[in-house]
């Protein structure tokens, strides 16, 4: 007898993989691209000829979280310090993990995800799919090295990871804010203990053709916070103060908005045609 399927998320996934040498393991929903999981605890793979204590960049979301109903992720790898998170938001948090240690002659071993509770779609009332969910495994990415502050921007990994919207390729030294909305993620594992965030940048030459001038203001996780910051004293950096603002573990959502932009070309510098906004070199904590 075969039993039809309900939805997308009945046959498991097989040997899915999520970069060079790592795949999923047990206990995932099918999904594109990639699935829920479907038990409190699941499992990645990592093969042994990944290079001992590899670190991987892991983005993920917990289905359901909430300030009011917090739940806990515990990553727990052979050989390796279990990690602890607490999450209270659905949003994509990021965590840096390493591979695990094998056992000498295996291939592959295993590395545990723990959630301390599933929630189903259909419990709550949003659709009629009563699969648990636990964790979305959004991406994984090996990183050479583990991000830390100073964050310089003529570093591709750090813009590949963090620059997410608006923004050119980087330079030597930095990069552009591009367009009218350009948006940085940090991810949540750089939080160790900071309390300040300082962003250095550049601009273009102002105008003298008329033009009004440029401002530019900052967002952090959604909620207006800078107004201008050419406006203030100091042009070529602001700082933010993270007091309430960026839980560990939790990424922090900062979005420019650029106002009265102009390009190269429109100041008689090149031929450049892009209305270029801040030229971000550095962000620096304490």
Not at 37 to 54: A, K, Q, R, V
Not at 190 to 198: I, P
Not at 200 to 220: D, Q
Not at 265 to 275: Q, S, T
Request: hydrophobic content about 40%; charged content about 20%; glycine content about 6%.
């Amino acid at each position: 007898m075969t039993v039809s399927v309900k939805s997308i998320f009945d046959a498991p996934l097989k040997h899915t993989a999520l970069c060079d040498g790592v795949f999923l393991g047990e206990c995932w929903h099918q999904d594109i691209p990639i699935g829920w999981s479907c038990e409190e605890d699941s499992t990645i793979f990592f093969e042994s000829h990944l290079p001992p204590g590899s670190l991987f960049a892991l983005e993920y979301c917990l289905y359901n979280a909430s300030e009011e109903a917090p739940k806990t992720l515990k990553v727990k790898s052979p050989g390796r310090k279990e990690v602890e998170h607490v999450v209270t938001s659905g949003q994509a948090h990021f965590i840096v993990i390493e591979s695990p240690a094998h056992q000498p002659g295996a291939r592959q071993t295993p590395l545990n995800l723990h959630v301390n509770k599933l929630d189903s779609p259909a419990k709550l009332g949003r659709s009629t799919d009563d699969r648990l969910l636990g964790l979305q495994l959004l991406s994984l990415a090996p990183l050479a090295a583990k991000p830390a502050f100073p964050i310089m921007f003529s570093n591709a990994e750090s813009c590949k990871l963090m620059l997410t919207t608006g923004w050119s390729s980087p330079d030597p030294t930095g990069v552009w804010a591009l367009g009218d909305y350009s948006k940085i993620v940090l991810p949540g594992y750089l939080n160790d203990g900071v309390r300040f965030l300082t962003f250095e940048f550049g601009t273009l030459p102002n105008a003298e053709n008329g033009h009004p001038p440029m401002s530019v203001s900052i967002e952090v996780n959604g909620a207006p916070l800078i107004e201008n910051i050419l406006a203030q004293k100091n042009s070529r950096s602001f700082t933010i103060n993270l007091k309430d603002i960026w839980r560990e573990s939790q990424s922090l959502s900062i979005g420019l908005r650029t106002y009265n932009a102009q390009s190269p070309a429109e100041l008689g510098i090149n031929e450049d045609p892009r209305p270029l906004g801040i030229f971000l070199s550095t962000i620096r904590a304490k």
